[in-house]
């Protein structure tokens, strides 16, 4: 019974740290909907099998590849983004999610992850288990496709 409460609280922990970065990476990849339901599957796996994902060196990583796989199941073509609202300060392209969406996949994730939510280089780097270099190249890449696609001069 201990060992079941001991077991569970690091699992609580480690939900509570891992869950928003699982979250905005899937949601990156799959879409807002897609996302939030793959990051909770990728969260049950894990409790199912939380001796081998506690154990792993990049558990999260792993697990964005589960809900990954587990939500392109269910995928459509096109990976829907929240629209923009109106009038939102700051301003935003009304356009952006659909430029974003029309990017292929590995270009879209690094580029919401790096100018999105903030991350750094290395953490995009360590979750999708790349180099920094290969993340510049697919930021760079990812840029200028929506630069191009909006109209935008650098």
């Not at 081998?52 to 590849?65: C, D, H, I, Q, S």
């Not at 290395?122 to 993340?135: I, P």
Request: with cysteine; aromatic share 8%; net charge positive.
């Amino acid at each position: 019974m201990l060992s079941e409460a001991i077991e569970s609280h690091s699992f609580d922990a480690f939900v509570r740290l891992s869950e928003p970065r699982l979250h905005d990476a899937l949601c990156a990849t799959l879409g807002n909907d897609l996302g939030s339901d793959a990051t909770a599957e990728a969260l049950a796996y894990a409790w199912e099998h939380w001796s081998k994902v506690e154990a792993m060196e990049n558990p999260v990583g792993y697990l964005y590849v589960v809900g990954r796989s587990r939500g392109r199941r269910l995928r459509r073509r096109r990976v829907a983004l929240m629209p923009v609202a109106e009038g939102r300060i700051p301003w935003v392209e009304p356009d952006l999610p659909r430029a974003l969406g029309g990017l292929p996949e590995q270009q879209r994730v690094v580029v919401m992850l790096l100018y999105c939510f903030e991350w750094t280089m290395s953490e995009v780097a360590d979750l999708l288990e790349v180099s920094k270099s290969t993340v510049q190249t697919h930021a760079r890449r990812g840029l200028t496709r929506l630069r191009k696609r909006l109209k935008v001069t650098p």
